[in-house]
């Protein structure tokens, strides 16, 4: 059996981002503590936040082989992977608010070629994320 074409909404939207980390503790207190976001469920192992109509589960790095066998768990410092992309209404003020909650930018505010302003910055574990909003006028 074919699967639906894309545009008869066989894919409804992203659920879930699982990221592995290292050090769980560390990216529980970057999600909950300086993005501020809320948190679903914890245990040993993971933490899962919501953002908008998302969750982002951290998991323990040690917990993750049983995701994505026979794949490997990539290990840090291998170059980034992923992108995660945050549309915001004014890039100013939420680096602004990043840099207060003692976020350091990896690169932006700049307008790209391509439409949006943005600012990358990564979690403690290397996940990269990026606010995106409209240009500077």
């Known amino acids: 059996m ?8 066989w894919l409804t939207g ?5 990221l592995f980390t290292e050090d769980l503790p560390a990216a ?22 919501r953002l908008g109509g998302t969750v982002i589960n951290l998991l323990r790095i ?15 410092g291998l170059g980034v992977r992923a992108l995660f992309t945050i549309e915001v209404s004014d890039v100013e003020a ?15 505010p700049l307008d790209r070629s391509w439409g949006p302003r943005t ?6 574990a290397g996940n990269v994320w990026e606010v995106a909003g409209p240009a500077a006028g």
Request: glycine share 8%; aromatic share 8%.
């Open 14 to 18: 992203l659920h879930t981002v699982t």
């Open 62 to 76: 040690e917990a993750a082989a049983e995701l994505v066998t026979p794949a490997p768990v990539a290990g840090p």
């Open 28 to 49: 529980r207190a970057f999600y909950a503590d300086v993005l501020g976001l809320e948190l679903l469920f914890s245990d040993d192992d993971s933490d899962a936040y």
């Open 119 to 124: 600012a990358a910055f990564a979690d403690p």
């Open 2 to 9: 074919t699967p639906p074409h894309p545009s008869s909404g």
């Open 94 to 108: 939420t680096v602004a608010e990043l840099a207060r909650r003692g976020v350091e930018l990896l690169n932006g």
